[in-house]
């Protein structure tokens, strides 16, 4: 195992997409800021702990969890290096000393075995290709009796089949749980700065009008003073390393 990304994924988390996540760095930490409460109470991180934040982005999880840890310590880790410019950056500019960054394919890096207390994500571990083996790994750094904590995307309607699925992608954690929880977020400075980062996750230039007009009109009615706020569901998932 290498902390390299596979080249494909490598040439897009490095390239426009993590262009694109670092220049949208408020948006992308104001999405599912909502729901940190409910995760961060489910991680159950105390003074001391060691936490791995899989996905971490531009850091905004990671900070929080490292003053949750201290004097324990976190690291961050996310595949897009432009990111974690950011965080890096934001981290020392709130004077945060108990957290480092890594950049690196979080399924492929080689994580000391047992080193973590806490691994969390929002989102980051199910959007890992493989979830089943990538989550095998991410285990094999949790020390026996340490938890995983993690949001993920929640289908539409009544897909009672996907907690299932999360709980088979699970197989071999303890006291797995999965519980449906509803996030409000803010998307945006405004809503046309909203559609942007909604339509353009690989930007190639700017969008033209007669994409934007039609998502603006339907995010109208969302906006809440200048930005636009929007409920979604996720499924916040709890597990133990036996």
Do not use: K
């Amino acid at each position: 195992m290498t902390g390299v990304a596979a080249p494909r994924r490598a040439e897009s988390w490095n390239g426009p997409v993590g262009a694109h996540r670092a220049a949208h760095r408020a948006g992308y930490d104001a999405r599912p800021a909502g729901v940190d409460d409910a995760l961060f109470g489910a991680a159950a991180i105390v003074p001391g702990d060691r936490v791995l934040v899989v996905g971490c982005g531009a850091g905004a999880t990671t900070r929080f969890a490292a003053r949750l840890a201290a004097p324990g310590h976190v690291v961050g880790v996310d595949a897009c290096a432009p990111p974690l410019e950011r965080a890096r950056a934001g981290t020392a500019a709130e004077g945060i000393e108990n957290v480092c960054y890594v950049c690196a394919d979080a399924q492929a890096h080689s994580f000391p075995a047992g080193g973590y207390d806490v691994v969390v994500g929002r989102g980051g571990p199910m959007s890992l290709a493989g979830h089943a083996a990538a989550l095998r790994d991410v285990a094999r750094a949790l020390r026996p009796g340490g938890r995983l904590a993690f949001v993920c995307p929640r289908p539409p309607g009544p897909h009672r089949e996907e907690p299932e699925r999360v709980r088979e992608t699970l197989a071999g954690f303890a006291e797995v749980r999965v519980v449906p929880v509803t996030m409000e977020s803010s998307r945006g400075r405004d809503v046309p700065d909203a559609v942007e980062l909604l339509l353009s996750p690989l930007p190639g230039g700017a969008l033209p009008a007669s994409r934007l007009a039609g998502p603006e009109e339907v995010l109208l009615p969302f906006a809440a003073g200048r930005r636009a706020r929007t409920r979604t569901g996720l499924l916040l998932v709890t597990a133990v390393r036996p």
